[in-house]
């Protein structure tokens, strides 16, 4: 289990993450004095919670292939390809707050190493699934 010290603080980390943006969008809600349930009224809440949202909605493809990249590849790669997704996402959200043009660089950042993770974990089970 030693190995996948790494991948374990990887995936912590994605929670803290996740839960520092709902606290963000929580804040967001008290100034703008928009209060749940209500979502829409001020830009600026928008985007918060869509931002939020977006990294939720990436959470499922990217823990299982980051595990499977490390239990079928390698634990230190996918550490490290998963601290740029968790960096990627941090810039998309960083970015969504202030204009949504700004969000594309972290976009970029994050799929390129979901899909690497993603992409080599299923070209390393499927080669050694048929070897």
Known sequence: M???YAVSIVTLLCGLTVFGMALTVARTHSRT???APTMTGDPLL???IRAHLNTVEWIPVFL???WLFAIYWSPGWAAGLGLVWLVGRIAYFVG???A?????PG????SLAAFALLLGALGRIVYLWLA
């Open 2 to 4: 030693d190995q996948y």
């Open 33 to 35: 004095g928009i209060l």
């Open 46 to 48: 928008e985007r918060a």
């Open 64 to 66: 299982p292939s980051m």
């Open 96 to 98: 969504y707050l202030q």
């Open 100 to 104: 949504p043009l700004k969000r594309y």
């Open 107 to 110: 976009f970029f950042i994050q």
